[in-house]
């Protein structure tokens, strides 16, 4: 379940807050660098707040997906932004995935491709499902690309915890069985039992 929050509601965002003059002048002055326009942009951006009693905030909070944990996803030109927050706070975690579109790598790269000041600012918006555990299931073993291993690489938890540095175990698969090959790189307690790894080699097979 999601809710896309297109370009339009940032643009009407700047224009309701009364942002978007200035935020311009301050992009296009030649006697700040990249750091600080972003600095001051995002204080600008920052400073303001989404009522949520406003027809904006309305909007944005009757499409929410779920009323639990939520991810924020901000699709940078060369690179993603997420954040998983409670529902209670995600007006203010839109703004901030807003706000990021000015940091200076983004910033530098609209101004590389001459893609104009402001951004196309959209913002995905998931809701996070109950998990026991999560992760990421390679059909061909990284490296050898065998067909016939796979790679499991999973933790404990909800879906935010894949990807983002925290430590996971490694489970090296038969293609056929969901057997393991090698002894797996554990973390901690194993993530995984045999019969969910045999479980996962049969949804690889099927992929």
């Known amino acids: 379940r999601s809710l896309r929050l297109p370009a339009g509601l940032y643009r009407r965002f700047m ?12 992009a296009e ?6 750091r600080r326009k972003s600095e001051r942009i995002r204080s600008l951006m920052l400073s303001a707040r989404i009522p949520a009693d406003s027809p904006l905030g309305r909007e944005i909070l009757d499409g929410l997906p779920g009323t639990g944990r939520l991810s924020i996803l ?3 030109p060369a690179e993603e932004l997420r954040r998983v927050v409670a529902s209670a706070d995600v007006l203010i975690a839109v703004q901030e995935a807003w706000a990021s579109y000015w940091d200076p ?5 609209r101004k590389r491709k001459g893609a104009g000041v402001h951004p196309e600012a959209e913002i995905l918006v998931e809701a996070i499902m109950p998990a026991g ?3 990421v299931l390679f059909t061909r073993e990284p490296g050898s690309l065998s067909r016939e291993r796979m790679v499991v690489e ?5 879906p935010q915890g894949a990807g983002t540095g925290a430590l996971f175990d ?4 038969a293609r056929s069985s969901g057997r393991e090959i090698l002894p797996a790189l554990v973390a901690d307690e194993p993530a995984l039992t045999a019969a969910q790894l045999a479980a996962l080699a049969r949804v690889g097979r099927a992929l």
Do not use: K, M, N
């Open 170 to 173: 490694r489970y090296s698969i």
């Open 154 to 158: 999973a933790l404990r938890g909800e």
């Open 133 to 135: 555990g999560s992760g």
């Open 29 to 34: 002055d030649a006697s700040l660098d990249l």
């Open 105 to 109: 790598g983004p910033l530098g790269s």
């Open 74 to 76: 901000a699709a940078h």
């Open 15 to 26: 224009t309701e807050q009364g942002l978007e003059t200035a935020v311009s002048e301050i």
